[in-house]
Structures are given as structure tokens and as C-alpha cells.
């Protein structure tokens, strides 16, 4: 698996560099060594997870907070694989409702699919429908592992594509690669993310472990704190932004509060109902 990712990065790498001027060379090599490490880090989907902790069928609701006034619901689902190009991939959604009395301030229906390979090596293809106020886009993102490209289009608009390396997602299937990960591993683990508009190392840190309640019941987490350095809309607007994420400690790994911390106040997410998820 190793030497296969690293005739992957060879190849991009040959690539990039073929594309930039001699003077760029150096800068281009530090970032190749960084995003190296991510790409072929020993978190291995196939060598340290034989079995997934998630599959078809699996349905999470949560129920969302901003401040102490309830906003809406969220779902994540996983919908049975499908064949995409080729290549049989996992089926992952995530979709958003603001509630009736949330509608009338700032109504949003979002969804967000996300495709990735069934080896949860890379991501295949990203759609994104967003409906916020008055906004609306329709987002593609297309990936290219030939030419090592990834291509952000909106409403059939398209953005010059971008160069991605080896083993790149995009952030809703980088949430699912995050749930291959081990939760007694007290460093974090990182990954190349892209949004389709510019691709950046994707870094998560483990804080602690510790029993919270939600609606669903209580469990044994993890704490852990993705970077928002690299995103965008209202995270890069945010000075002191953060995102916190608990996972269960076990091996399923099943996501039961998330918090977020912005300019526009704060937003808190807990699970309350799941199905099609084994048993601990």
C-alpha cells in the first residue's frame, strides 16, 4: 500500500514541478515533504482498519443549538455504495434544516454529498446544494486522480483546477477518514483537504478523554480539535474561532456533540438519535 501512495506522490510531484518556474523549486519541495507525510501517514485505512466502523445504512440526527436557543437539525447519513467512474465508492451525506421559528430570522436548507473511493483512500466527487437567506449555490468539486487535479465549479461556473496530492478528501468524507482513527493515538493525525478552491493539510489534535451526556445517552469520548486556520466564511472572519468534536472512544467512533465558537455567536450540535450502527 505504502510504495503505491508513494508512486502516486512521485507522479504528482513530477507533475506540479513541471508546472513552476526553477525559482519556486524549493518552496514546492518543502510543501511536497509536508503533504508527503500526510498522505502516507500510518494511519492506513487498509492497514490499520480492516473492518470500517461505518457503512450503508447508518443515520445520525442531531439536534442544533445557537447559544441556548434550539436552531434546527442536522443529519449524517451513509447511502449504499455506488459505482462512479469506475471505482465503487461510499456514499456519504450531510443535510441541515433551521426550524420554523429559525426560518423566519435566516431560513437554511443545506446538503452536502460526498463521494469517496471504498478503500477511504481519496475522495471521487463532492456536491454541495446551499440555501442560506437569500444565498444559493450549487458547488461541485470534481476529482481528477490522473491528472491530479480537483475542479470547483458553481452552477456550472467553472474555477481553474487546482493541483491536489496523493490521498486528498474533501471535508465531508475528511470527517469519515477521521473516524478510521485511533483513539488511544494522543498526537492527532492530519490529511490533504481540499474545497475544490485551494487545498491545504488538514490537522486534527487530540485534546482529552471524557464522559459527556446528550440526548441519545451518555458515552465515552474523545475530545478533539480540528484546525480552522484554512477555512473559510465565517471561521475566516472569526479571530479566536474553534471547532471542538467528540467521537466515542470505542472502535465505532460515532460523532456525539460538536461545538463551534464564532463571530456570530456560538453553535452547539448533539446527537439524538442513530441507527445502523453496530453494537460497542
Not at 24 to 52: D, H, Q, T
Not at 69 to 75: D, K, M, Q, V
Not at 154 to 161: F, L, S, V
Not at 234 to 263: C, N, Q, Y
Request: aromatic residues 10%; hydrophobic residues 40%; glycine residues 8%.
Amino acid at each position: 500500500m505504502a510504495r503505491v501512495e508513494w508512486k502516486r506522490m512521485m507522479r504528482w510531484a513530477s507533475t506540479i514541478l513541471g508546472r513552476i518556474a526553477p525559482g519556486k523549486a524549493v518552496r514546492v519541495c518543502a510543501l511536497l515533504a509536508c503533504w508527503g507525510i500526510g498522505a502516507l501517514n500510518p494511519m492506513s485505512f487498509a492497514a490499520e482498519n480492516p473492518v470500517p466502523p461505518f457503512g450503508p445504512g447508518e443515520k445520525l440526527r442531531f439536534e442544533i443549538r445557537w447559544s441556548s436557543i434550539p436552531a434546527g437539525t442536522a443529519e449524517l447519513d451513509i447511502l449504499p455504495f455506488e459505482t462512479i467512474d469506475g471505482v465503487q465508492a461510499y456514499h456519504f451525506v450531510l443535510s441541515a434544516t433551521t426550524n420554523e421559528y429559525v426560518d423566519r430570522l435566516y431560513k437554511v436548507r443545506n446538503r452536502i454529498d460526498a463521494y469517496a473511493d471504498e478503500g477511504m483512500n481519496q475522495s471521487i466527487l463532492y456536491r454541495k446544494k446551499q440555501r442560506e437567506g437569500r444565498s444559493k449555490r450549487n458547488v461541485l468539486v470534481e476529482f481528477n486522480w490522473e491528472s491530479m487535479e480537483a475542479q470547483y465549479s458553481d452552477a456550472g461556473k467553472k474555477r481553474d483546477p487546482i493541483l491536489i496530492p496523493p490521498g486528498t478528501f474533501d471535508i465531508l468524507s475528511a470527517f469519515y477518514f477521521m473516524r478510521l482513527s485511533d483513539p488511544d493515538d494522543a498526537v492527532g493525525f492530519q490529511r490533504p483537504v481540499t474545497d475544490g478552491k485551494k487545498s491545504f493539510m488538514g490537522k486534527v489534535r487530540r485534546i482529552k478523554r471524557e464522559t459527556i451526556h446528550v440526548p441519545a445517552g451518555a458515552f465515552d469520548t474523545v475530545l478533539y480539535e480540528p484546525d480552522v486556520e484554512h477555512l473559510g466564511g465565517v471561521f475566516e472572519k472569526s479571530p479566536g474561532a474553534k471547532i471542538k468534536l467528540w467521537l466515542t472512544a470505542d472502535h465505532r467512533r460515532i460523532p456525539v456533540r460538536i461545538a463551534s465558537k464564532v463571530i456570530v455567536g456560538s453553535f452547539v450540535g448533539e446527537l439524538v438519535s442513530m441507527k445502523g450502527v453496530s453494537q460497542p
